[in-house]
């Protein structure tokens, strides 16, 4: 048996007879997928696949940008307050709001990464084909399921007994493991749909629906992909003199992160290898240079950062202009919303300098809310909740789309959408229409925009994950918590939108009603693909690193 196999089969033994401190026992399963990553090879250079080298006559379809990025909070962008009590200002965010349209309820796929990313891709709720949860490896989940924040009265538990009925059969002796979970071959991607209306399709940055053969960027739909397949990296090396860290010791997941993450991308499936410098800046280089390359056809490009996301990293020139924040994980935090700003305005920028501005959809949203394990209060002011959680923290985010030739500037919509719509949205931009041989729960929000439709997109909008569920039906929300003995929380976000009023008690009637409509939506749905190896407390008012109270409400969360 090689050393390396040998180590890790000696680790997991160990930790499975329990017995181990926490840092131990932390240190250990690191070391497990330590001794999984993959080779990562030097830097070389991406050459994009050149469009024609004159624009085609008569009417082109708009060009489609579709920004996605990592846990960024509601209040992280200057347009609704802004990290650092305002000092971080995002005006190339904000612009998108202020020269196109504000969604002022927009809602998010579901409250964690991947199974947003995958309602998003297909504009269906990802319920519907079984992406329930979000792709980690086993060590990852045990280790997270096995240890909590010191001194919280809520331990955590990891089910065993579920590992076998994992798809890589409970062996985790690979980082591909969690690639198994992926998206099903059979569903439809908006760059599988635009491909059929000829648009060149482009990813770059995160993917996190599975690396198993068909599952990837590159074989659903998309001509080019440059980034990561599993849901995180680096953006610099922990080392480098160019970069300030911030790690909150408090945090399992971040204890996991720093030793595991590769600092790396691939382009269409290639070996791994490093990017040029800080990971938000490179992605935006490559993505100037995409659209460069396609400025003389209609091209679709789903631009995904992992920006905000931990690890807490920023560069040393972005920390170095924020000197008035005083905590330095916000200051970290702050410079990473920061340069992830001057990124989108270089793309921005782009597009006007290659006369490409008036006829490009760019749409903007983060995958879900601000988490709070990072420890920052206030990421998702004025709303409650975290990511994780269905409270509007963890659910509601900045959501805006910018279209000048067919959105009026200055726009603001009052009713609520949701990121299944942008399957459906950028379909009938792209001149394309949704399959018919499936339910597609978007809907086309331009009509709306624009308009020319009158009414609510949606009367009834679902979440769920495990035995956590909500479901808003009109103004009313409603959520339980089978885990906490079907614990209800219900809310009238027309009075109370910041869910400071609990109904509950109050509203049986309402209660019922609503738990009927969740209880039929739900029948629509299928059974994960894989099952919820963790559960664990995600409290919805505290912060990761900050004192417990004897009566903070929390919610108990599946993965």
């Known amino acids: 048996m090689r050393l390396r196999t040998w180590l890790a089969a000696g680790a997991v033994a160990l930790v499975a007879a329990g017995g181990l401190a926490y840092m131990n026992r932390a240190t250990i399963l690191s070391m497990v997928a330590k001794s999984q990553m993959p080779p990562v090879e030097p830097n070389r250079p991406v050459t994009w696949a050149q469009g024609p080298a004159q624009p085609p006559t008569g009417e082109r379809p708009p060009n489609i940008i579709l920004i996605l990025v990592d846990d960024l909070g509601y209040n992280d962008i200057s347009l609704h307050g802004g990290v650092g009590g305002g000092a971080v200002q995002t005006p190339h965010i904000d612009s998108l709001a202020r020269d196109g349209v504000a969604f002022e309820q927009g809602y998010t796929g579901n409250a964690t990464c991947a199974p947003s990313r995958a309602a998003l891709m297909t504009g269906r709720y990802a319920t519907r084909f079984g992406f329930e949860f979000t792709p980690a490896p086993i060590a990852f989940q045990r280790m997270v399921g096995t240890n909590s924040e010191p001194g919280s009265p809520v331990k955590p538990h990891f089910f065993q007994d579920r590992v076998k009925d994992m798809p890589s059969g409970g062996k985790d002796d690979s980082r591909s493991a969690s690639n198994m979970l992926s998206v099903p071959t059979s569903e439809i991607t908006i760059a599988e749909a635009l491909k059929t209306r000829g648009y060149h399709t482009i990813h770059l940055g995160k993917w996190h629906l599975g690396g198993e053969k068909g599952s990837r960027p590159e074989e659903q739909g998309f001509d080019e992909s440059l980034g990561f397949i599993s849901g995180g990296s680096m953006f610099l090396p922990e080392k480098d003199p160019n970069v300030v860290n911030a790690k909150q010791d408090w945090d399992p997941i971040d204890k996991f992160l720093w030793p595991n993450l590769p600092y790396g991308v691939q382009y269409n499936g290639s070996p791994m290898f490093e990017p040029r410098g800080y990971m938000t ?98 990421v998702n002011a004025p709303f409650r909740g975290f990511k994780s959680t269905f409270f509007e923290g963890g659910i509601r985010t900045p959501y805006f789309m910018r279209w000048p030739a067919a959105i009026p500037a200055g726009s603001r919509y009052p009713y609520p959408v949701t990121h299944v719509d942008l399957f459906s949205t950028t379909v009938a931009a792209g001149g394309g229409q949704s399959p018919s041989d499936r339910t597609i729960d978007g809907v086309d929000l331009l009509p709306f925009v624009q308009g020319r439709a009158d009414g609510r997109p949606h009367q009834t909008l679902f979440w769920r994950s495990g035995q956590y569920r909500a479901i808003r039906d009109g103004d009313w929300k409603l959520q339980l918590n089978g885990a906490r003995n079907d614990k209800v929380w219900l809310f009238n976000l027309a009075d109370d939108p910041t869910e400071k009023k609990d109904l509950a008690a109050a509203e049986p009637a309402r209660v019922q009603q609503m738990l009927g409509l969740l209880k039929a939506r739900e029948a629509e749905m299928v059974k994960s693909m894989w099952p919820s190896l963790l559960q664990g407390a995600v409290y919805v008012d505290r912060v990761g690193g900050s004192p417990y109270g004897q009566n903070d409400e929390y919610i108990l969360w599946d993965n």
């Open 281 to 378: 800046d490179y992605l935006a280089d490559e993505a100037i240079a995409a659209i460069k390359a396609n400025r003389n056809r209609p091209f679709f490009m789903y631009w995904a950062p992992n920006a905000p996301h931990t690890p807490l990293q920023a560069k040393k020139s972005d920390y170095d202009a924020l000197p008035s924040i005083s905590l330095h994980r916000e200051r970290v935090y702050g410079a990473m919303i920061k340069n992830l700003d001057d990124n989108i305005g270089r793309i921005l920028q782009t597009l006007k300098d290659e006369g490409l501005d008036q006829n490009t959809l760019v749409i903007f949203t983060s995958d879900n809310g601000g988490a709070g394990y990072i420890g920052i209060e206030g």
